[in-house]
């Protein structure tokens, strides 16, 4: 069930990070990047994931140790659980990658990529080359 699980919040967000980097012009993309939905399922099935680990005990209660939060991700449950915090909180990185860069007039491709296989990595990228183009900024200078 948890490989289930696994595979279903892995395919959930498949259809944002695909329109975003293959059709970032599209009406249908424009949508689903101002859409809340996908953030209140992906956060529900966490929430819920959370809660049923907590509650059954394999995560240990919660102890916020680095012994006990090892253990937890050693558990099938505890490790789908981090899981859905990681696609969530990555989708929501990209997401508003995608909106600051159209702002910016960034091309966001390559800083999806990264954000969607090494979340920190691509966000860095891309906030060191936002921060290179702020500098021309004429609102920004005057401040």
């Known amino acids: 069930m948890a490989e289930v699980l696994f595979t279903l919040l892995?395919?959930?967000?498949?259809?944002?990070?695909?329109?975003?980097?293959?059709?970032p012009r599209a009406r249908f993309t424009q949508r689903l990047v101002l859409s809340y939905w996908p953030y209140i399922v992906l956060g529900g099935i966490y929430t819920l994931l959370l809660l049923?680990?907590?509650?059954t005990g394999s995560a240990g209660g919660l102890d916020l140790s680095f012994e006990a939060l090892r253990l937890s991700l050693s558990n099938s449950w505890g490790f789908v659980v981090a899981w859905a915090h990681f696609i969530t909180l990555d989708l929501f990185v990209g997401v508003w990658l995608f909106r600051d860069a159209k702002y910016w007039g960034i091309n966001p491709g390559i800083f999806l990529l990264l954000t969607l296989f090494a979340g920190p990595l691509g966000l860095g990228a891309y906030l060191l080359l936002r921060e290179r183009k702020a500098k021309n900024d004429p609102v920004r200078v005057l401040n």
């Open 52 to 55: 049923t680990v907590l509650f």
């Open 10 to 23: 892995n395919v959930l967000p498949l259809p944002i990070w695909l329109s975003m980097l293959l059709f």
